[in-house]
């Protein structure tokens, strides 16, 4: 990776190692997503919602630490305090499961810490960066913002180097296309939840909206649209936004080679024998 981990530096303190600790002890079964953003994570994550071994959800526990520049400690304070599904969801939780979703630039160095905690193969989303780069800029435009952003954010070439990471320390692991997962849930959810040790049932791909009751925003209310859709969703719904081509996205800035350089990586990704995709 471009930037070494905590881990490599030798700089998780005793304390933070302590509470990364204390947190397997309190939740046997550890659940971790990483996903570029627009990616349909958040919906991937909500299936876990409705297992019984699941109570606890931890939303982007590392986003104070990218867009705030918060320490690890206050991640660890995000995952020590997940939503608690049972008591704001109304979940037929009867486990002391923890599921996390995160970002790959938002986790970013701190990626060692993330799989440290993961008790099941990590799962990585991928999703058409064509796709996802236009939601994203779509979404900034609705939150007020420029449709640019540092193309860090986009999140690809970090999530390769984060797949690497765990190749390199023998770390279980799963790829999963949105694309494949909202054409063939059952399909698809089947083998997920195989291959984290869980058993599925196909009621899990639907759910009671609770945009009322459950706020996943970490920022104060910054990124509340971001998430407005599918708290208020019923279940998994198919892909509806055609492919953009290379030609609607901008050249200036480098926006198109960006995206062209993304859909290289989402391609070689694609190949990965550690690809989920429901056709078996």
């Not at 530096?9 to 304390?15: F, I, S, T, V």
């Not at 071994?53 to 690890?72: C, I, K, N, Q, S």
């Not at 996390?100 to 799962?123: C, F, H, N, T």
Request: glycine share 6%.
């Amino acid at each position: 990776m471009s930037a070494a981990s905590d881990f490599e530096r030798g700089a998780l303190a005793r304390d933070d190692a302590r509470r990364l600790e204390a947190l397997t002890r309190r939740h046997p079964l550890r659940i971790v997503i990483l996903s570029p953003p627009r990616c349909s994570s958040t919906a991937f994550a909500r299936v876990f919602w409705e297992h019984t071994r699941v109570r606890y959800y931890a939303h982007e526990p590392f986003e104070v630490t990218y867009y705030d520049g918060a320490g690890l400690d206050a991640a660890l304070d995000k995952l020590e305090r997940p939503l608690d599904l049972g008591r704001r969801y109304d979940a037929p939780a009867r486990g002391e499961g923890l599921v996390i979703k995160e970002m790959p630039y938002q986790v970013g160095p701190r990626i060692d810490a993330l799989l440290r905690l993961a008790s099941a193969p990590i799962l990585f989303l991928l999703r058409d960066p064509r796709r996802s780069i236009a939601s994203r800029r779509r979404k900034k435009i609705v939150g007020g913002e420029s449709p640019r952003y540092p193309f860090l954010e986009s999140g690809w070439r970090l999530l390769r180097d984060q797949i690497a990471r765990c190749e390199a320390l023998g770390r279980e692991h799963a790829l999963v296309d949105a694309s494949d997962f909202r054409a063939r849930p059952r399909e698809v959810f089947s083998e997920v939840f195989a291959r984290v040790g869980l058993e599925f049932s196909p009621a899990q791909l639907r759910w009671r909206p609770c945009a009322d009751a459950v706020t996943l925003d970490n920022l104060e209310g910054r990124h509340r649209h971001l998430y407005a859709r599918v708290l208020a969703s019923d279940g998994i719904q198919p892909e509806s936004e055609r492919v953009p081509t290379l030609r609607e996205f901008p050249t200036e800035g480098g926006v198109r080679e960006h995206v062209r350089a993304c859909l290289e990586i989402y391609a070689a990704l694609r190949e990965s024998p550690a690809l989920i995709t429901g056709a078996r």
